[in-house]
T-cell receptor
Framework: EAGVAQSPRYKIIEKRQSVAFWCNPI?????LYWYQQILGQGPKLLIQ????????DSQLPKDRFSAERLKGVDSTLKIQPAKLEDSAVYLC????????????FGAGSRLTVL | DQQVKQNSPSLSVQEGRISILNCDYT??????FLWYKKYPAEGPTFLIS?????DKNEDGRFTVFLNKSAKHLSLHIVPSQPGDSAVYFC???????????FGKGTKLSVKP
């Protein structure tokens, strides 16, 4: 089965600019997650979708981050405006249902904010 | 407040020997624990898991031990192989939900 696809793999922007990341989960996976991994840290959940509804966005900085999952398949994560501390790898993951702990991760999108 | 702690940033082991990676947690509500392995430029991949009703789970060369009273788990790799060189993340959750809390990871180097 195809894995979780993410793009772009790398992005360099200046602070205050905007950026968007795209994720295509494994076919049939109802639950989609966006994680932020800062260098030297473990992944931290930003937002969890069940189909196209938000299950948990308690750790999403909503003043600058937004995410959507239209039609319950692909998802986009947007940052506007970006700050230096947003430099990180943004990992998308999916699972068959929200009751499944085993997540399949994509390769991630590495963001550098200058 | 780190709820999942991996206190060893790195570990170096000789090929063929045992690798032991440790993880401590503070939240007694966690009842499901997982280990993920991550190679450079790739996403984490699931390795092995254990629920709080067990104290050991084995899968081939990989065994996870859980000590609930000490809030401690460990991953044993026997025998270690150079291809096991990667960053290993410990993760925990409350119930069968996808909201995993990850540790900072331990970089394992297995030398030939």
């Amino acid at each position: 089965e195809a894995g979780v696809a993410q793009s772009p793999r790398y992005k360099i922007i200046e602070k205050r600019q905007s950026v968007a990341f795209w994720c295509n989960p494994i076919s049939g996976h109802a639950t989609l997650y966006w994680y932020q991994q800062i260098l030297g840290q473990g992944p931290k959940l930003l937002i969890q979708f069940q189909n196209n509804g938000v299950v948990d966005d308690s750790q999403l900085p909503k003043d600058r981050f937004s995410a959507e999952r239209l039609k319950g398949v692909d998802s986009t994560l947007k940052i506007q405006p970006a700050k230096l501390e947003d430099s990180a790898v943004y990992l998308c993951a999916s699972s068959y249902s929200s009751g499944a702990n085993v997540l399949t991760f994509g390769a991630g999108s590495r963001l550098t904010v200058l | 407040d780190q709820q999942v702690k991996q206190n060893s940033p790195s570990l170096s082991v000789q090929e063929g020997r045992i690798s032991i990676l440790n993880c401590d947690y503070t939240n007694s509500m966690f009842d499901y624990f997982l280990w993920y392995k991550k190679y450079p430029a790739e996403g984490p991949t699931f390795l092995i898991s254990i629920s709080s009703i067990k104290d050991k789970n084995e899968d081939g060369r990989f065994t996870v031990f859980l000590n609930k009273s000490a809030k401690h788990l460990s991953l044993h790799i026997v025998p270690s192989q150079p291809g096991d060189s990667a960053v290993y993340f410990c993760a925990a959750s409350k119930g069968s939900q996808g909201n995993l809390i990850f540790g900072k990871g331990t970089k394992l180097s297995v030398k030939p």
